[in-house]
């Protein structure tokens, strides 16, 4: 009687899968229905420098002629010191993930989502600027900016963005005259395509 009823649940599993096997295949199959686009070489940051945009409270990075990489700017959403990030690199449509800025003993870590322009997704992501962790782009060194499926792009060193954080802190509107003698205000909607004229906000040279 028990040698049939153990031959009895045997055949009834193999009709049957487990729970779990079925929970596990069912996952598989929507993770991959929404696999997310191959991930993105690390741009080549020879040459690159942070320059100020027309708006004072915003600082972008890149080489120069080119569209930027990165850009920092200072928000207030309701009425609070607000670090805005943006990662000029494709991202899949409602992405999110984690951007994490490492270097000079801090890591800060800021969430990104994938936002439309009207042209394409592109990172950007609020952090807290009295964040004791945005010390990483505060000091004098080197930092890496990296965000999953836009690889790595090394930050060379540069006070601009420790100057913005701490107006930010501060609630203080940054110098209205650009720095330096270049500016990258090139507001590409697409980054894989070129400024309809990057040259139209360069200084003359």
């Known amino acids: 009687m028990r040698l049939a009823l153990s031959l009895g649940l045997l055949l009834l599993s193999a009709c049957k899968p487990p729970a779990a096997d079925n929970y596990v ?3 598989e199959l929507k993770e991959q229905s929404r696999m997310a686009s191959p991930s993105l070489p690390s741009p080549n940051v020879e040459g690159a420098v942070w ?5 004072p409270m915003r600082i972008l990075y890149g080489i120069p002629g080119e569209v930027p990489m990165l850009a920092l700017a200072c928000r ?4 609070e010191p607000t670090l805005h990030v943006t990662r000029f690199s494709r991202a899949d449509p409602e992405a999110k993930a984690l951007m ?6 801090h890591i800060a870590r800021v969430p990104m989502d994938a936002v439309h322009n ?3 997704w592109l990172w950007e992501g609020d952090i807290a600027a009295q964040t004791y962790a945005l ?3 505060t000091g004098p060194r080197k930092v890496s900016a990296t965000l999953p499926g836009a690889g790595l792009v090394g930050l060379n060193a540069s006070p ?3 100057e913005l954080i701490e107006l930010c802190r501060e609630g203080v509107p940054q110098r209205e005259e650009p720095s ?3 500016e990258m205000e090139v507001y590409a909607a697409d980054p894989d395509q070129p400024a309809e004229d990057p040259s139209a906000d360069a200084p003359p040279g």
């Open 180 to 182: 330096g003698d270049l």
């Open 135 to 137: 010390g990483a782009l």
């Open 76 to 79: 207030f959403p309701d009425d």
């Open 100 to 105: 994490a800025f490492v270097g000079n003993g």
């Open 160 to 162: 601009m963005p420790g």
């Open 118 to 120: 009207g042209r394409a």
């Open 25 to 27: 295949e069912r996952v």
């Open 51 to 55: 320059a100020q945009a027309s708006d």
